[in-house]
């Protein structure tokens, strides 16, 4: 019948809904100020943040000088 | 008082229609169950009762998830009490990037749709229209495996943790994996194991953290997780109202669970042992092309056709940042995270890669080089490299 399935299927979503509305939440001054800490305690650890010096750098070949 | 439950059929009428002693056994049984239910006041009973008016039920729920929606935007409204760009305020702006290609990948025969990097930071698998999967050596460009799928457009590729296996499907509505063999001369097609059975395109699939899971997401609208060794089912995932077209897994330390974006416009947190989905959000405009975890597994990024990349944090549960430009008008097909997770990398269907700051909202390089959109984006495991693939054929290696 197909009422009784649209029926179950609104309870579903009525019961999602219930879920999402009653978790936990923290404050976006919170969360941002640890996302952002995040970033600046691994900052360092970031090549693309600091660079490579080309020794070390696996995708730069060792040349005197080359032309890109 | 309940009104009555009749069986449909009476005793007496089956015994004279059928001989079949099952029919009758089933029907005991079934009469049994409603006594039961009628008896124990079972909730079965009581639906059965509301059933005899259906659209006033209906209207009720209706009702009700119009009110959740509404109080879930006003407790997420609530905490919203700064934007992440003024609390990034005092951190040092970001100098100017220079970022070049490094190498070009190139022997694809049509559009590159997706890759992935092996584990060991040279080795890269890829997939393209034409159906063929090829793993190549980064840092010399050799190709060093190459797979000629039976469909084409292979729109879905992914490198084992081990590195001894690649994952990859598209229009064939499977995947499959492909054990990599160390002898060149061997056919790998032959070793060919299909894991997945969607009824759909596959659009994306990922390794958990072993060779063993593979967890993939499909145009059906769901995501379901696989034993490769068995081919079977282990989980599926429902909830997305259209094709589901991304899926990121959470780093491992964080625990067990995925984000997925799809054509309803939505991003879904799922739990991966139970199936539920645990946190959903609504706020693209149009189809979420890619999803992708921030680094410590807080937050995650999309991309998408309405040509903003926004940021969203999972304990605030809201969208924290949108890095949009009104110069950007076209979708970003992929984004993907540098390793402290300061610079988002996104690549555009203008065929450019727009890297932002991700504290400040702002965009601090933009990168031309690719001739056709850029279809696919990943940073390197150890950071040091990213590449990205395009409709131009190929693939570019960039730090």
């Known amino acids: ?68 | 008082m309940y009104p009555s439950i009749h069986p449909s059929i009476h005793l007496s009428t089956l015994t004279s229609i059928s001989s079949s002693p099952v029919i009758i056994y089933v029907h005991l049984a079934v009469q049994q169950l409603q006594t039961l239910c009628f008896l124990a006041n079972f909730p079965l009973a009581k639906m059965a009762a509301q059933e005899v008016q259906p659209s006033e039920t209906i209207a009720k729920l209706k009702s009700e998830s119009e009110a959740l929606k509404t109080k879930l935007e006003e407790e997420r409204a609530k905490l919203h009490d700064v934007e992440l760009h003024q609390v990034a305020e005092k951190v040092d702006p970001l100098g100017q990037f220079v970022m070049k290609t490094r190498r070009t990948l190139k022997g694809h025969g049509n559009k590159v749709l997706c890759m992935d990097w092996c584990k060991d930071k040279r080795r890269i698998v890829s997939s393209s229209q034409d159906g063929k999967v090829i793993v190549w050596d980064a840092f010399t460009t050799n190709k060093e495996h190459a797979v000629t799928m039976p469909c084409t457009w292979v729109m879905a590729c992914a490198y084992a943790p081990s590195g001894c296996a690649v994952a990859c499907g598209g229009l064939d509505n499977k995947c499959s994996v492909y054990p990599l063999s160390l002898d060149k001369n061997e056919n790998l097609a032959a070793k060919k194991k299909s894991v997945a059975m969607h009824t759909n395109y596959l659009s994306a699939c990922s390794f958990t953290n072993s060779d063993m899971q593979i967890l993939t997401s499909s145009g059906d609208g769901t995501c379901a997780l696989w034993d490769v060794e068995s081919g079977q089912l282990l989980q599926s995932f429902h909830g997305h109202a259209a094709d589901v077209l991304c899926l990121d897994l959470a780093p491992s330390e964080t625990g067990n669970t995925f984000v997925s974006g799809g054509c309803d416009k939505k991003a879904n947190v799922w739990d991966m042992r139970s199936g539920q989905c645990i946190q959903s959000f609504e706020t693209h405009e149009s189809d979420i092309n890619s999803v992708r975890y921030y680094p410590s597994g807080d937050a995650f990024a999309s991309g998408s056709d309405d040509a903003t990349c926004r940021l969203y944090d999972l304990r605030a549960d809201r969208e924290v940042a949108i890095y949009s430009k009104e110069s950007i008008i076209f979708g970003a097909s992929s984004v993907d995270f540098s390793l402290s997770g300061r610079l988002l990398f996104g690549g555009y269907n203008d065929y450019t890669i727009n890297v932002w700051d991700v504290l400040k909202g702002t965009r601090v390089s933009i990168l031309f080089g690719h001739e056709n959109r850029v279809s696919t984006l990943r940073v390197s495991p150890d950071g040091t490299a990213f590449c990205s693939g395009s409709w131009d054929h190929t693939l570019r290696v960039r730090e």
């Open chain 1, 1 to 68: 019948m197909s009422t009784s399935g649209n029926v179950v299927a609104m309870k579903k979503v009525v019961q999602q809904l219930r879920f999402e509305a009653n978790i936990d939440r923290v404050k976006v001054s919170q969360a941002a100020a640890e996302l952002q800490q995040f970033c600046i305690q691994n900052a360092l650890q970031d090549p693309l943040l600091t660079g490579v010096s080309s020794s070390t750098n696996p995708f730069r070949t060792q040349k005197l000088c080359s032309f890109v």
